[in-house]
């Protein structure tokens, strides 16, 4: 379903939004759904009364205030990612959370992973926040930051095997 605001940009291999006004209805989905993107839709349905929206929007912020300018802008890029997709797809499945648990850090690798169900896929999901480098073209960027995430995750898998 389509967020009032939101323009999206899509063909075989990837989605591009562009959100070009913080709608109220985005601004509600954020407060609706914050509890499960950050502790896991699974946690926060067994120990709703634990995991408030009070205590999340706490934790939220001491993670959040504690980084320098650049993580922010990532955390808040993190955030909207996990809400729009998880509007936007519906034959997605969420894999990741938003917190990092065991070090209360910025994760490494690839910000969100979601499971297509109706091709039984993984789709691996790096966000770009802030703002542009040196390049007339941010895609430079991007490329560096998506071919590390990939190189990482290609480490992680072959260390298991």
Known sequence: MAINGIRTIQNRKY????IENF???????IRDQLQ?????????ESLEEFYSYQNTLKSFLERYNSKYDDAKKGIIGELLCHIILSNELDDFK???ILK???ERQ???GFDIIYYNLENIKLW???VKSGHKNESPNCS???VVLLKRSRSGYANKISSIS
Not at 15 to 18: L, S
Not at 23 to 29: N, P
Not at 36 to 44: A, R
Request: charged share 30%; aromatic share 20%.
């Open 23 to 29: 709608s109220d209805e985005l601004k509600q989905l």
């Open 100 to 102: 990092n648990k065991e």
């Open 140 to 142: 430079d960027a991007n």
């Open 15 to 18: 989605f591009i939004f562009f």
């Open 106 to 108: 910025v994760k490494k």
């Open 94 to 96: 969420c894999l990741s």
């Open 36 to 44: 499960g993107i950050f502790h896991g839709f699974s946690e926060y």
């Open 124 to 126: 691996y999901t790096e």
